[in-house]
C-alpha cells in the first residue's frame, strides 16, 4: 500500500484554484493533513486559474477556507506556502512560466523534485494541460510526477476512451489518480476490514446465505447551482458510474492475496467484468428512473426539478435511479444487488444492508408470525458504523423471537478525528498509494455496463416528475424489489 514514507515532500499544482471544490474541499483537506502533521513543512501550493489574482488574493481565499482552532500565526504560517499562476490554458508560455515558478518553489523549500498536478476544472481541458505539461517540460521531474483527475472521466465509454488515450500520451497509468471521493470515506474503506477481518462474516459471504444486497445513497439536497452540469449527466452517470459501482465492486470482489494496490484493483476488475450486462431491451426489466416533483423537504416546499434554475422546462434528466444488478460468478448467482440513489429524497443518507436469507426452519415466531431475517447494516453516513440485526428471546418467553440489534456507531471523538474523504485521498496520492482511486479498466467496465442504460434513456424521452420531493423515489423502485419479494430496508 503505501510505497513511501508519511511526511510527503511536493509541490501540489492545483488547477481550478479559484473554484468551489478548491474552497470547500481542497484547501480544507491539506489544511487538515498540515495541522496534523502528516504534511511537514516542505511544501507549496500552487494554485493556477484564469482570473489575475495575485498570491495574497488566493491566501485570503485559503485562510477563509479554512476553519481551524488554529492561532492566527499558524494559519498565516499555512497559507504562506500559496502561490497563484493564472495563466491561459491553451498557451505553451503559460506552462514554461509555471516551471519557473516551481522550479523556484522547489529551491526555497528544499522539496525534492516532486510535483502533484490535480485537474479540479472542467473536464474539456484535462487533456490539453496533461498535453502541455508534458511536451513544456513541467511533468519531467527528478522526483516524481502524478496526475489527479477529477470526475466525470468522460460521458460514456468512447468519450472515456479518448480522455484516457489524451493523458496516457503524457502520463503513464501509474502516474494518474483518478478520484472517486467514495473510497476515500472511512466505512467505505471499512467495508473490506469488515469483509476480511472477520471470521464470522467472510465464510458467509455467497450465495448461499444472503439472499439480497441493498445499497442506498440519498440526498435531501436538490440539484442547486449545478444544473448545467447535471442537465448532461443525471444520476446514472453523476452516482451510479462511479460512486454505486465502486461499492458495488467491494462488496463482491474476492478476498485479494495481498492488501496492495495491484491485487485489490484486480480483483475489483474482475468483480465489475462479472457483471451482467444488459441490452436496450431488458433496461426496463432491471432499472427504474425518476425525476423530483415539488415536496417538502426538511418542513420547506421545494420546487419540481424542471422549476430548478437552468433546467430545461422539459427536461429528461434523471435524478433518481434504482437498479437490480446480477453478478455472474460462483459467489453470487442468483443474488440480487440492488441499487438506489437520487436527489431531493427524504433524508442524506448511504447505507449498505446485507439481508441474509431465512433459516430452514421457524421454531420461533417473530412479529407476525415471520422472523426478521439477519441484516448487517453498513452505514457510511452521516453515521459511521455498523449494526447487525439478530433476533433473541422475548422477555416474556414463550415461542417468540425478538429483533434485537448489535450496534457499532464512532463515537464523537472518533468523528472528529476522522479524516475527511479528499483528506485522505490528497495524501495518498503524495504518498504513492493508488489503491482507493479507480484505475482506468474499473472506469472502462463501468461504462460499459452503464452506457446501454442511458442509451435507452436517451431514445425513450417519456420521463416525467414521479416521485415528489422528500419521498424515497418513484414507487416503481419499490416495485423493483417487490417482484423478487424483498423491500427496501429504510433503517
Ligand atoms: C458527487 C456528485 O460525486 O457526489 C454529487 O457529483 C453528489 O451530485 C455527491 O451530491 C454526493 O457525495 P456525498 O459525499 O455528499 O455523498
Not at 176 to 199: C, P, S, T, W
Amino acid at each position: 500500500m503505501n510505497t513511501e514514507t508519511n511526511n510527503p515532500k511536493a509541490v501540489i499544482v492545483i488547477f481550478g484554484a479559484t473554484g468551489d471544490l478548491a474552497k470547500r474541499k481542497l484547501y480544507p483537506s491539506i489544511h487538515r493533513l498540515y495541522h496534523s502533521g502528516k504534511l511537514g513543512d516542505q511544501f507549496a501550493v500552487v494554485g493556477v486559474g484564469r482570473r489575475p489574482w495575485s498570491h495574497e488574493d488566493l491566501r485570503a481565499v485559503v485562510k477563509e477556507s479554512v476553519s481551524s482552532d488554529d492561532a492566527e500565526a499558524k494559519i498565516e504560517e499555512f497559507s504562506s506556502h500559496f502561490y497563484y499562476h493564472d495563466f491561459d490554458v491553451s498557451n505553451p508560455a503559460s506552462y514554461q512560466s509555471l516551471n519557473t515558478l516551481l522550479a523556484g518553489l522547489e529551491d526555497t523549500y528544499s522539496i525534492p523534485n516532486n510535483r502533484m498536478f490535480y485537474l479540479a476544472m472542467a473536464p474539456e481541458f484535462f487533456g490539453t494541460i496533461a498535453k502541455f505539461l508534458k511536451s513544456e517540460g513541467v511533468s519531467k521531474t527528478t522526483g516524481w510526477s502524478r496526475l489527479v483527475i477529477e470526475k466525470p472521466f468522460g460521458h460514456d465509454l468512447p468519450s472515456a476512451k479518448k480522455l484516457n488515450e489524451e493523458i496516457r500520451d503524457a502520463f503513464s497509468e501509474d502516474q494518474i489518480y483518478r478520484i472517486d471521493h467514495y473510497l476515500g470515506k472511512q466505512m467505505v474503506q471499512n467495508i473490506e476490514v469488515i469483509r476480511f477481518a472477520n471470521a464470522i462474516f467472510e465464510p458467509l459471504w455467497t450465495n448461499r446465505y444472503i439472499s439480497n444486497i441493498q445499497i442506498t445513497s440519498s440526498e435531501s439536497l436538490g440539484v442547486e447551482d449545478r444544473a448545467r452540469y447535471y442537465e448532461s449527466s443525471g444520476a446514472l452517470r453523476d452516482m451510479v458510474q462511479n460512486h454505486m459501482l465502486q461499492m458495488v465492486a467491494l462488496l463482491a470482489m474476492e478476498p485479494p492475496i495481498k492488501l496492495n494496490t495491484e491485487e485489490i484493483r484486480s480483483e475489483k476488475r474482475k468483480a465489475l467484468r462479472a457483471l451482467r450486462p444488459f441490452s436496450k431491451d431488458e433496461v426496463d426489466q432491471f432499472f427504474v428512473r425518476g425525476q423530483y416533483d415539488a415536496g417538502t423537504v426538511d418542513g420547506g416546499m421545494v420546487p419540481s426539478y424542471l422549476e430548478e434554475q437552468n433546467v430545461d422546462p422539459n427536461s429528461n434528466t434523471e435524478t433518481f435511479v434504482a437498479g437490480k444488478l446480477l453478478i455472474d460468478n460462483f459467489r453470487w448467482a442468483g443474488v440480487p444487488f440492488y441499487i438506489r440513489t437520487g436527489k431531493r429524497l427524504e433524508k442524506k443518507s448511504t447505507q449498505i444492508v446485507v439481508q441474509f436469507k431465512d433459516i430452514p426452519m421457524n421454531l420461533y415466531y417473530g412479529n407476525g408470525n415471520s422472523m426478521h431475517p439477519n441484516l448487517l447494516v453498513i452505514h457510511i453516513q452521516p453515521d459511521e458504523g455498523i449494526t447487525l440485526h439478530l433476533n433473541a428471546r422475548k422477555l416474556d418467553g414463550g415461542t417468540f423471537a425478538k429483533p434485537i440489534k448489535l450496534d457499532y456507531q464512532t463515537n464523537y471523538n472518533d468523528i472528529m478525528n476522522t479524516p475527511e474523504a479528499y483528506e485522505k485521498l490528497i495524501h495518498d496520492c503524495l504518498l504513492g498509494d493508488a489503491t482507493n482511486f479507480a484505475h482506468w479498466d474499473e472506469v472502462a467496465l463501468s461504462w460499459n455496463f452503464v452506457d446501454p442504460i442511458s442509451e435507452k434513456w436517451a431514445e425513450n424521452k417519456t420521463l416525467k416528475p414521479n416521485y415528489p420531493a422528500g419521498s424515497m423515489g418513484p414507487k416503481e423502485a419499490d416495485q423493483l424489489l417487490e417482484k423478487d419479494g424483498y423491500h427496501w430496508w429504510n433503517i
